[in-house]
Structures are given as C-alpha cells and as structure tokens.
C-alpha cells in the first residue's frame, strides 16, 4: 500500500508505533540524525500545556528537513514554506502511539509542485516506515 494512498481527507497520513510516545520521538530525532538532515525542533506540547495549567495527552512535533532538498520546493513555490521544514507528530490515543504527518502528495499538489520537486519531500515515508517498524 502506497502511504499517500492511506492519506485521509486532510492529506495526513497516521501510522502506529510499537513503542511509547517518548522512544518513539527519540528513535525518529536519532533516525534524522543519522541520516544528515536537520532537526529544527522538537516540541513536547503536552509540557507546554502542562506550564500553561492545562492537561493534553502525549503530544510532541518534531520539525526536520534537508535545506538541500527544501529550498528548491520553497523557490518554486514561497507558500511550501508553511509546509517546511516537515513535521511529525508522535501523539497517544488510548493505549497507542500514533505517528501522522502530511503526505508528500498532499504537499506537492496544495502548491502545485513538478514532479521532480514533489520527490524531495517523499523521503518522509520511507522515514516514518522504519520508525514504526518492529
């Protein structure tokens, strides 16, 4: 199954981790590390929540991307700047760990993205397919 093909109505693609949120967030920064992208942040918005007296379940984004491969996307089309860099989001819902994204598809066609240029964010599935691998 092609991941874009699994996106849903909001071009979001969700997939199922097998660890805890925590882990899984630290096996993906180590993941886009390893392999030579940038990891820009990484917000643990449950603790923000928490400093601000509310209560969220287990939520953080993490923001990474290759400026080599983004900036080409940006060039072209200056709006794919609310896109980039790419963000995943590793929440919990119930007794799962879910990690959702925006598909590559769904990206490349908001901003009406070439081929060619739409293939430098599909990097993100293959990605999300080994950090949810057991």
């Known amino acids: 199954m092609a991941d874009d093909e699994a996106a849903n109505d909001l071009g979001i693609i969700t997939k199922l981790s097998h660890l805890p ?8 920064t180590g993941m886009i590390s390893a392999k030579g992208m940038r990891l820009f942040a990484v917000i643990d918005q449950r603790a923000e929540a928490r400093q601000a007296g509310l209560d969220l379940r287990e939520t953080t984004l993490v923001m990474f991307g290759s400026p ?3 900036t080409p996307v940006m060039a072209a089309a200056p709006l794919a ?6 963000k995943v989001l590793v929440w919990a819902d119930g007794g799962q760990t879910k990690v959702s994204y925006y598909a590559p598809a769904a990206i490349a066609a908001r901003h009406h993205l ?3 240029l739409a293939g ?7 990605l999300t397919d ?3 691998a057991p």
């Open 81 to 86: 700047a609310l896109d980039l860099p790419l």
């Open 21 to 28: 949120v925590a882990e899984t967030v630290a096996r993906l």
């Open 120 to 126: 430098n964010l599909a990097g993100i599935n293959a």
């Open 68 to 70: 080599a491969a983004g």
């Open 114 to 116: 070439s081929a060619e």
């Open 130 to 132: 080994a950090l949810v």
